[in-house]
């Protein structure tokens, strides 16, 4: 007999990665046009937890209107004599995967910033209380984590008692951010892989390191080494560090070795600490994007939850595109903001200060983490809208990019000279581009075959000495 034959709708692997489009879904809960959402597991004692409860606090999915969307919390706690406090993270990251093991049921995202719908076909075929979706998540978790003995879920849909309990998860959260801070990198022998958003990124692998949260910043070092030895061949995985390519970029021979296994060979090198060459790659769950501006050669940073227009006049949902999906773009990276937090941040191309701007709501959560004759210089949505203005309170601040301009002028100027004095040339000038050169652009990779360009006035950039490229 089956353990879903109760359920109205189908239950299994093949729909992870089911996208419901808003011209299908019945109802949106959480998601970006929603100020509280969450989902917390909490480990509690075995007399405190009745198994197999199921407890809705406000309406039922049958009382929402359709095609609105709501705040929402889901609860779940969890009982068992080998059960600990560690653990809350690594079941908590498993809502993600078992909701969307059900028909017509999309899960997005986690912790704070989760995003789920349920489709019209779904709901249509009986699929209208959350009672139905609680006992999924209560069997696929004691099938799945037999560490788990007993059981209980809360969904909350009530405005107030969400709003309520947000405020507790975000310090739940907090302290379990906290208490992974302060082991290095340099410390540890053994890294830790997410595969759990191949369902939506084939190609992606989180590697998890001390100073290196997941993307979607629900994952610690700590959480990674708990779930590989309660799940083995669970989606949460060892990866041996191997030797170490290059300490400033973060590269190493082990996690090549295991991301090129993982990615089945489409991602063959991975640098840790840098947006540029090999980064990291990026799933859809991430809490932030660093993003390149190169009209003043730094990185913008937006979170999530913001919903404004970035300084570069782009949405967080475009820059999101850019970089999801499992793909290595240069300039684009999707980070935790945890990571933001870490002396590893962007360590490549000069951390904290190489940002230019980010959201005011993100800075005043990370500002105690930017250094301090940093902070003050970097701009949020207050101080500039547009490039333009940027530049400007980039200048006026001395922010240490503006270093940076000074620098590539300089070599503009040195390389314009020697052009000049080795080879004058007027009138206009051609350019052949073989066949086969890849070009990235905005986030799209495009194939040159025997293009010729024309041009006017074209500007050379030398690299620096030692034959490192100026980004």
Not at 9 to 23: A, F, L, P, S
Not at 231 to 254: M, V
Not at 267 to 286: D, E, K, N, Q
Not at 430 to 455: D, Q, Y
Request: net charge neutral; hydrophobic share 35%.
């Amino acid at each position: 007999m089956s353990m879903f034959e109760d359920i109205p709708v189908d239950v299994g692997v093949v729909y992870e990665g089911e996208r419901i489009r808003r011209k299908d879904m019945y109802v949106e809960l959480g998601g970006p046009k929603v100020d509280h959402k969450f989902e917390l597991v909490r480990v509690r004692k075995l007399e405190e937890v009745e198994d197999g409860k199921i407890e809705i606090i406000g309406p039922d999915l049958n009382e929402l209107e359709e095609g609105k969307s709501y705040p929402f919390g889901i609860l779940v706690e969890v009982a068992g004599k080998q059960l600990e406090e560690d653990l809350e993270g690594v079941i908590e990251r498993r809502i993600h995967e078992y909701c969307n093991y059900i028909e017509g049921f999309m899960h997005l995202n986690q912790r704070y910033d989760i995003w789920l719908r349920l489709s019209k076909k779904s709901y249509n075929k009986g699929l209208n209380s959350f009672v139905y979706i609680g006992k999924v998540l209560q069997r696929l978790f004691k099938s799945e984590l037999p560490i788990i003995e007993k059981i209980q879920i809360t969904f909350i849909t009530d405005p107030g008692k969400v709003k309520e309990l947000w405020q507790e998860a975000m310090k739940i959260y907090e302290a379990r951010d906290a208490r992974a801070r302060g082991l290095k990198d340099e410390e540890v022998d053994v890294f830790y892989g997410c595969s759990l958003c191949q369902s939506f990124a084939p190609t992606h692998v989180c590697v998890i390191t001390p100073q290196r949260y997941s993307n979607c910043g629900a994952i610690s070092w700590f959480d990674g080494r708990a779930a590989a030895r309660v799940d083995p061949k669970g989606p949460l995985f060892a990866i041996e560090k191997g030797e170490c390519l290059d300490p400033i970029k973060g590269e190493y021979s082990g996690v090549n070795k295991a991301i090129k296994e993982k990615s089945l060979g489409a991602i063959t090198r991975v640098w840790l600490y840098t947006a540029f060459g090999y980064p990291h790659t990026s799933c859809g769950c991430f809490e932030a994007v660093a993003f390149y501006i190169p009209e003043v050669d730094g990185f913008g940073i937006v979170h999530r939850g913001f919903k404004g227009v970035t300084v570069n006049g782009l949405r967080f949902s475009t820059l999101a595109d850019s970089t999801a999906g499992g793909r290595q773009i240069d300039g684009f990276h999707g980070i935790s903001i945890e990571y933001m937090r870490s002396p590893k941040f962007l360590q490549a191309d000069g951390g904290w200060k190489r940002v230019v701007w980010l959201p005011s709501e993100l800075k005043e959560r990370v500002k105690d983490f930017i250094p301090k004759d940093v902070v003050n210089k970097v701009a949020t949505e207050k101080d500039a809208t547009n490039i333009e203005e940027l530049k400007r309170f980039l200048k006026e601040k001395g922010h240490p990019v503006v270093e940076r301009w000074k620098e590539e002028v300089a070599v503009e100027e040195e390389v314009r000279e020697e052009a000049v004095a080795e080879a004058p040339v007027t009138g206009e000038a051609v350019l052949s581009i073989p066949e086969g050169i890849p070009v990235t652009i905005g986030g799209f990779r495009i194939v040159m075959k025997n293009v010729r360009i024309r041009a006017k006035k074209a500007i050379i950039r030398r690299g620096e000495k030692g034959g490192k490229e100026r980004r």
